[in-house]
């Protein structure tokens, strides 16, 4: 019995109730499903989209609300969560058409604002539309391939910041107050930590903090930097140093590259490389932008040789499409010996260290100085540097 005094029913007997469809309609929804629910809600008064392969009808439509109108009554658990989860969905806690035009004039993209918030691009541009509507004004001048902000415009962002900065400080300190750690983080990290440390450090953490939703995006150093200053992510993790004053670096751990060879390389008969015997085969290296390549870059210059002397027959984004080059003869390379173990354990690939010494870089936490930080993501924080204290012996070859 609930508060109201009614019984509580299931939700399959509810929705078999209003409609042959509704079991499936509450629990079968796929992701791309709630999102075609959610813009029913976001386009009041158009139900032509059809999520399982047919037009919907009025009673699938009745079905929908009937279904969150009984469950608003009876209490259940699942209420006004048929579209969307409470949970997890990003615009949960405050104002949708607020999120919806602040991601906008962040990006300066009706494109990138509807990737970061689950939204198709229709539904950000009518969320827009509304607000225009509701203060009577354009905020956004439309060219041709590209927008920016009005005056009015900017005085709404100006505003929205603030609002959505106090919305966050208010669930901290609600959080804080009740000892409960919960809520989403949004991690970007660079390929070599992204596919090798960062799942290390985030295989313990759910255990400590399963309220906590972390959501992890792997890219080079370069786009995880303009993520970062964009507030796209809370926190960053790079290889190497950053020129940007306004990002603190938070130190994890140091990390060593060596050469990388197939077993019949040249190379594998000498104990040692010397540095300028580099330029005599083909090198595969990381792309443009890779923080990876800016610190080989900036180590064999002080070894004496230019990145540009090198023999450069190939550029690839990612360490595994390097590894399996290299290991199909293509060339040698640099790699972390974080990426190594495997190959190690098969012996598929043969590591060399330079003549003229170690190739060393740091691995770091980057955030925001002025940005709020949220209890998770301080805790996270905490936490993964901890992590990276443990770990470290373990990468060494």
């Excluded at 499936?24 to 813009?39: C, D, G, I, T, Y």
């Excluded at 032509?48 to 279904?67: D, E, K, N, R, V």
Aim: net charge positive; hydrophobic share 40%; glycine share 6%.
């Amino acid at each position: 019995m609930t508060s109201h005094g009614f019984m509580k029913v299931p939700l399959p007997k509810i929705a078999a109730m209003i409609h042959p469809f509704s079991e499936k309609v509450a629990w079968r929804l796929s992701q791309s499903e709630r999102r075609n629910a959610l813009q029913m809600q976001l386009y009041p008064g158009r139900f032509t989209h059809a999520p399982f392969g047919h037009q919907f009808s009025c009673w699938t439509l009745f079905s929908y609300t009937c279904i969150n109108f009984f469950f608003s009554i009876l209490g259940h658990p699942q209420s006004l969560s048929v579209y969307r989860k409470k949970a997890d969905h990003p615009m949960s806690f405050s104002d949708t058409r607020l999120r919806v035009f602040y991601s906008v004039a962040k990006h300066l993209s009706f494109t990138r604002a509807a990737e970061e918030l689950y939204l198709t691009q229709p539904a950000v541009t009518f969320q827009i539309r509304q607000l225009e509507e509701h203060f009577n004004t354009r905020l956004f001048d439309r060219h041709h391939n590209r927008i920016s902000l009005t005056e009015a415009g900017m005085m709404v962002f100006n505003y929205a910041d603030r609002i959505l900065e106090l919305y966050r400080e208010t669930e901290k300190a609600i959080n804080e107050m009740t000892g409960v750690t919960r809520g989403v983080i949004k991690l970007g990290a660079t390929t070599t930590l992204g596919e090798y440390l960062l799942p290390r450090i985030l295989s313990g953490y759910h255990d400590g903090f399963p309220g906590v939703q972390v959501r992890l995006t792997v890219h080079n150093t370069r786009t995880v930097i303009r993520k970062l200053e964009d507030a796209t992510i809370d926190i960053g993790m790079i290889e190497g140093p950053i020129a940007n004053k306004n990002i603190v670096v938070a130190s994890c751990m140091e990390d060593e590259l060596v050469l990388i060879m197939a077993p019949n390389h040249p190379f594998t008969k000498l104990d040692e490389v010397p540095v300028h015997r580099l330029k005599e085969y083909p090198f595969v290296s990381r792309e443009e932008g890779s923080g990876t390549r800016v610190v080989i870059t900036d180590q064999l210059s002080k070894f004496g040789i230019h990145y540009d002397q090198l023999d450069l027959i190939l550029e690839m984004g990612a360490t595994e499409s390097i590894k399996a080059a290299v290991e199909g003869g293509v060339g040698f390379s640099i790699v972390s010996t974080m990426a190594l173990r495997k190959e190690m354990q098969l012996k598929s690939l043969v590591v060399r260290r330079l003549k003229e010494g170690t190739i060393k870089r740091k691995l770091n936490f980057v955030f925001q100085k002025q940005k709020f930080r949220s209890k998770a993501v301080e805790e996270f924080l905490a936490y993964a540097q901890g992590e990276c204290a443990k770990i470290k012996e373990k990468f060494a070859i």
